[in-house]
């Protein structure tokens, strides 16, 4: 996209996020926006959330729709806010942008977790305030913001390039250990067949049967030598054959394409000295060719009419590559031109303060003097004495500067004077309120609190002041302001000023007090001011002297510090991140997009939940969820540094669901790194107490080097009871041995630290409820796929092979039979079926729905008891639990309606 279009789009952005301003806050936001927002909800809003609220199976309608439809309008001011932001070349502009779009997020999250915990659903139902209010799935859908990457290119290309150099370690490594457990094997067989060439010889019956056992084995191993020298003469014969048949076929068609172009036989193009005719030839070589090149711009021209007449479609594999190629290269283009303007950007930024400072600060620090000395004389007339310099804890001169007058009302103030003294009651904001003029407070909507919306304001603010109507017709390049840069640095060379006019002032104080009184100050004692007298404006409170049995902070006499030391101080990150590189609990994110994931929403779930039953989340659903709670807590380093974070998730679903390929694509478009601590991937590594060890490691480096993963595939072999466990998993060695420590590391993270626990399930209802929760807090469920979603897996499968699904396929047929099978089945079924032969025979022998049912067959649905299994464990989660408890709660109060209205009657 062009400047120009950048920037309507951040005036949209902004527009929309003014009006959703006026909507939440009290005071309605700006009055100068630049746009004008509408003062209240429509009437056919209202009544559809009336609607939505008048059902006993939907949540309360009006809260509920109007927080759906922040979340709606949240969730595209996000996307454009993003498109900006990775777009646009303007340097000042990128940072304001990327603050708000930070802060955006960071109330969308907000959002949604209210939704989840108001409707006690995960995720929420979104589908019927869509239905309301006219809008498509596409408005639900959050784009992952590409800068949880590109502004960390050069970090992530150093880790990439140190892990690829450890992984070679690693690889000759195990070639080396390999080749050492080979040899031993070696010797051990020599050693043996030492052993028995030691042996004593057989005699009598014993020699007989031992020679009777050798010549029948030799008869074996002789007619299975025999037959498998048969068989691949066999073969050989075969391809001999197959061989000069395909002579004679191309030999045959090219007399036939010689005979048609008008070559006549063999003989045609040889002259009577029995040589080829040079000039024949060409010629032919010549029409064959103009034939080719005519029939061939025909037919693209014929392809292209059908396509503007809407008779044919354009092949997407060749538009999309096309598009996707050009896409790349004007992207990397816009990169480059943003890495130019930012490094211009920052030198900028030194150069300018400098001129600001030698220009500026003289007559600032003057001005500083002046007022200050000017201070001195007003407080001599006001109190006849000279005053105390205020100390530099207490802020310096800043009191002087920035103290504001007395019996002012400030502007917090006034508007609470101006609202009365309900106003400050509480915290809980309203939105509407302000907006309907005479409503009553049972009307109130209230809104979830949040830690955004001033920041949200103040950007909004920004934008109004300074971009909004910025003259920009000298500067088509898109390059830095100097003006803004001047505006913002001059407080920071104030307050530098400052404190280098305070030491002078204070000096210069100290010289007139001597001067006309002819005391000197006197220095305070080593061990601080004299008892009982009054301590300086501004110092604080007297530290207290913690008594020897006070419990203070810090190891007392006779007590052990409760603080463990590190056992791995001595050793630095890298080498501790090199080793477990070479353990092999460090992988290589899988690249690719959330998109990945495919599956369709559910469009029947209002229906459903309106016939009185609960439907499982659709795909597009579990997208939704593991964005909100993995990948943007994870890659927004602002979110996390506000406590946003997430200490872990579990993705919870049938084995071939896709529960491994979201884990990888969370580490990917964070840019995280992934520890892998699986069962399968530690068993046999770090026995004994050494497993300790090594979950301290993982998560020290992890928190040293964010974000990162904790990845632990099928976590709930770690919080199964032993006797449940299976035999293979079972003993000192097994997963179980993970559990203490880490409960004890999980425990320790942080919101801020940016670390966060992946983990899957296949079978949760095997593991501690309890645990598992304190390691994962939420809880991500993959149903099996429903009719929309196989449909579009099969046609996902298919065209990943390469080929172009016709309209002729019965699709439908093909996603009905697969009915309870997973995704996983499907993409093996179409591998088992897609084999390079077969793909390169569709043109003669199309695809047919029977192909796939044979090797389809060979993996397991999702059986009617393992069904069963997922429905008892979903149902005892916390949220369902909620949710049943709810329903009772608005069914008993029908019945008492009912009733009431009855008496009445």
């Known amino acids: 996209m062009t400047s120009v279009v950048l920037n309507e789009t951040w005036r949209e952005a902004m527009t929309l996020l003014l009006h959703q301003l006026q909507v939440e806050l009290p005071d309605g936001g700006s009055e100068s926006g630049p746009a004008q927002a509408s003062k209240a909800p429509s009437a056919r809003s209202r009544a559809a959330a009336a609607k939505l609220g008048a059902g006993k199976k939907g949540p309360p309608g009006e809260v509920f729709d109007y927080h759906a439809l922040a979340f709606v309008n949240y969730t595209k001011i996000a996307s454009l806010l993003e498109d900006v932001y990775d777009g646009m070349v303007h340097p000042q502009k990128r940072r304001q942008v990327k603050v708000v779009l930070d802060a955006v997020l960071g109330r969308l999250l907000e959002v949604w977790l209210w939704l989840v915990e108001f409707e006690a659903r995960d995720p929420p139902s979104l589908d019927s305030v869509l239905h309301d209010h006219k809008l498509t799935w596409a408005s639900l859908d959050l784009p992952i913001p590409r800068y949880f990457r590109d502004d960390f290119t050069a970090l992530l290309r150093q880790r990439e390039e140190l892990l690829d150099a450890l992984l070679i370690q690693k690889e000759a490594a195990d070639a080396e250990r390999e080749a050492a457990e080979a040899a031993a094997a070696a010797r051990s067989a020599n050693d043996a067949d030492s052993d028995a060439d030691s042996r004593p010889a057989l005699t009598g019956a014993a020699a007989v049967l031992a020679e009777s056992d050798a010549a029948a084995a030799a008869e074996v191993k002789a007619a299975a030598a025999a037959a498998l020298i048969r068989r691949i003469e066999r073969a050989r014969a075969w391809r001999v054959h197959a061989t000069r048949m395909a002579e004679a076929h191309a030999a045959e068609a090219l007399r036939s394409d010689l005979h048609g172009l008008g070559a006549g036989d063999d003989n045609a193009l040889v ?97 500083m003097e002046g007022q200050i000395r000017r201070w001195f004389l007003s407080h001599l007339r006001q109190t006849g004495k000279w005053p105390d310099y205020p100390s530099e804890a207490a802020g310096g001169s800043a009191k002087i500067f920035l103290e504001p007058p007395a019996n002012v009302p400030g502007p917090a103030a006034a508007a609470a004077d101006a609202d009365g003294p309900a106003a400050g009651r509480g915290k809980r904001t309203t939105f509407g309120a302000n907006r309907r003029g005479g409503d009553d407070d049972d009307d109130h909507i209230p ?94 409170p007297a530290p207290k002297t913690p008594k020897p049995d006070a419990g203070g902070p810090g190891p007392t006499k006779g007590k052990r510090s409760k603080r463990s030391k590190d056992p791995t101080a001595e050793f630095s990150t890298e080498e501790l991140y090199g080793e477990l ?37 659709s795909y597009a659903d579990v997208r939704r969820a593991v964005t909100m709670y993995a990948i943007v807590p994870l890659g927004a380093a602002a979110l996390a540094a506000r406590g946003a974070g997430n200490k872990g998730i579990l993705i919870a679903g ?40 090594l979950l301290h490691k993982v998560f020290k480096v992890a928190k040293a080097m964010p974000p990162s993963i904790v990845l632990i595939e099928d976590i709930d072999l770690i919080f199964t009871a032993p006797k449940k466990l299976p035999a293979e998993h079972r003993g000192p060695t097994g997963p179980r041995r993970l559990r203490k420590q880490l409960l004890k590391q999980v425990k320790s993270l942080k919101p801020q630290g940016r670390v966060m626990v992946v983990a899957t399930s296949a079978q949760p209802w095997l593991a501690d409820f309890k645990s598992l929760t304190k390691v994962t807090p939420r809880i991500v ?58 793909a390169r025979s569709i043109a003669s022998m199309p695809l047919s729905v029977a192909e796939f049912i044979h090797p389809l067959t060979a993996h397991d649905p999702l059986f009617a008891e393992d069904d069963a299994k997922w429905r008892k464990w979903l149902a005892k989660l916390p949220l369902a639990k909620a949710l049943r408890r709810k329903k009772e709660e608005a069914e008993a109060a029908e019945a008492d309606r009912k009733k009431n209205a009855r008496f009445r009657r």
């Not at 910025?470 to 390059?479: A, G, H, I, P």
């Not at 840069?485 to 007090?513: F, H, N, T, Y």
């Not at 070479?582 to 209002?606: R, Y």
Request: hydrophobic residues 40%; positive net charge; proline residues 5%.
């Open 447 to 540: 809104v979830p609190p949040s830690a955004y919306l001033t920041d949200i304001q103040a950007r909004v603010l920004t934008y109004v002041g300074e971009w909004q109507n910025k003259d920009e017709s000298d500067n088509f390049e898109q390059r830095h302001d100097d003006d803004i840069i001047r505006a913002r640095a001059r407080p920071d060379i104030a307050l530098e000023l400052r404190v280098q006019v305070d030491e002078v002032m204070r000096v210069e104080l100290e010289g007139i007090k001597i001067k006309f009184t002819g005391k000197k100050k006197k220095k305070k004692k080593k061990g601080g001011a004299k008892k009982g007298a009054p301590r300086q404006a501004g110092a604080g």
């Open 271 to 367: 002259g009577g000295d029995g040589f080829v005719d040079v000039e024949a030839a060409s010629n032919l070589i010549t029409r064959v060719a103009r034939g080719h090149l005519v029939r061939r711009e025909v037919r693209i021209l014929r392809n292209e009419e059908l396509q503007l007449l809407g008779m044919q479609r354009e092949d997407r594999r060749e538009m999309d590559a096309r598009q996707a190629a050009a896409d790349s290269a004007a992207r990397a283009r816009k990169k480059a031109v943003q890495a130019d303007h930012e490094a211009e950007y920052l030198a900028a930024l030194v150069n300018v303060k400098q001129r600001i400072y030698e220009e500026e600060g003289p007559l600032l620090k003057e001005q």
């Open 781 to 838: 469920h993959i149903p099996r796929p429903d009719y929309a979603t196989r449909a579009l897996l099969w046609r996902t499968f298919i065209e990943a092979k390469g080929l172009f699904l016709p309209d002729a396929f019965d699709l439908s047929t093909l996603a009905r039979l697969s009915d309870g099978y997973l995704a996983g089945a499907l993409s093996a079924a179409v591998d088992a079926v897609l084999t390079p032969i077969r």
């Open 654 to 693: 049938p084995r071939g669901c896709g529960k491994s390929m979201l884990a990888q694509r969370i580490a990917w478009l964070t840019g995280a790194n992934v520890f892998d601590l699986s069962p399968s991937n530690v068993k046999g590594k770090y026995p004994g107490k050494e497993v300790n060890m």
């Open 581 to 617: 590189v070479l353990a092999g609990i460090v992988a290589k994110p899988v690249p690719g997009e959330l998109t990945d994931f495919v599956g369709e929403p559910n469009h029947l779930a209002a229906s459903l939940r309106d016939a009185g039953i609960e439907p499982d989340p």
